[in-house]
């Protein structure tokens, strides 16, 4: 990885990562899902990150759906290095916490939990007192705030060594940024005592409607969002790594209000009536009305919200554990 890093940033800064097999299996057979998605860019600390134009690949092996064509893994870390914290924080719980909270609180005193990507220390900073808190994240202004809030951090070179066993851990909102995922699921895995479990909440695929541009989802409009898994991707990584996936549970990311669930599913609608014209006569009248017909020229798909854009999946590790084969 430190020499396609090093091969990257010697070479064009508009440089790209065209993804020729699955990031998660390796496989080269895939499915094309939709219509190709536009680029577009993010201006983040001053700095312009290009997501170039991109199409969603369905893995025919284990059915991540994922880009096939992303920043560069250079472009990624010096996204993340400059990426503010301050967006994630939430003053209440959004419901994948409160479902991942509910599996904590199932955990007897002192557990030593590892939150891996843990931000700010958003999901274990009111736990800290019952349970022996750990994080792992590379942004070094987030981790030393989840530092103050009584989480201990380690490197994650650490977790190759001398980290010890965990009871439980946490990959949240983390597998979807992965260049390489079953990579780092695999280490954390082997730092699982016999019986304890790894949640990992990412997007699902599944529950996007209008498959036709599933490549403009909201999801997807984020640079460091390289793919998302399926139903069917969980089970399958359970069996490449020999776990049991004792739960899992599909729900939105965000709580959405009724009046802005109406809108979003009304602009949805909107948008997929001028790009795909089910029925000509009812696009020809959308385009003689005020403020309707406005929604032709909308350059890509509303962000829809309140759908069950997630899983909350969990993976418990069985008492006597074998290490999966390479």
């Not at 396609?4 to 499915?31: L, N, S, W």
């Not at 010096?78 to 419901?95: C, I, K, R, T």
Request: hydrophobic share 40%.
């Amino acid at each position: 990885m430190a020499a396609e890093v090093a091969a990257e940033r010697a070479g064009r800064a508009d440089a790209c990562r065209v993804i020729k097999a699955c990031p998660a299996c390796a496989a080269g057979t895939y499915q094309r899902v939709g219509e190709t998605a536009s680029a577009f860019d993010t201006v983040m600390a001053g700095r312009v990150f290009r997501q170039p134009a991109y199409a969603i690949h369905r893995c025919e092996q284990c059915d991540l759906y994922y880009k096939s064509r992303t920043l560069t893994v250079a472009q990624l870390e010096d996204y993340y290095s400059v990426l503010d914290s301050a967006p994630f924080e939430h003053e209440g719980d959004y419901p994948t916490d409160r479902a991942v909270r509910r599996m904590l609180g199932e955990l007897a005193p002192e557990s030593r939990v590892l939150d891996f990507g843990c931000s700010t220390g958003r999901m274990l900073k009111e736990l800290t007192t019952r349970l022996d808190c750990f994080g792992v994240e590379p942004n070094t202004e987030a981790a030393a705030i989840a530092g103050r809030r009584g989480i201990r951090m380690i490197a994650e070179e650490r977790l190759r060594s001398n980290a010890g066993a965990f009871d439980a851990i946490i990959l949240a909102d983390v597998y979807e940024h992965l260049p390489h995922p079953v990579t780092l699921v695999e280490l954390l895995v082997s730092r699982l005592k016999p019986g304890g479990w790894l949640v990992i909440v990412t997007g699902n695929a599944d529950a996007v409607p209008f498959r036709a541009r599933l490549g403009e989802f909201w999801y997807f409009r984020l640079p460091g969002h390289l793919h998302m898994l399926s139903e069917h991707h969980a089970s399958w990584l359970a069996s490449r790594l020999s776990l049991e996936l004792s739960e899992l549970r599909r729900c939105s990311h965000y709580d959405t209000p009724g009046p802005q669930r109406v809108r979003q599913a009304a602009q949805a609608w909107l948008y997929h009536q001028f790009r795909a014209a089910p029925w000509p006569p009812l696009t020809a009248l959308l385009r003689r009305l005020p403020r309707l017909r406005d929604a032709e020229q909308w350059s890509t798909a509303p962000a829809l919200t309140y759908t069950c854009d997630h899983v909350v999946a969990r993976f418990r590790k069985p008492p006597a554990f074998k290490n999966p084969a390479p």
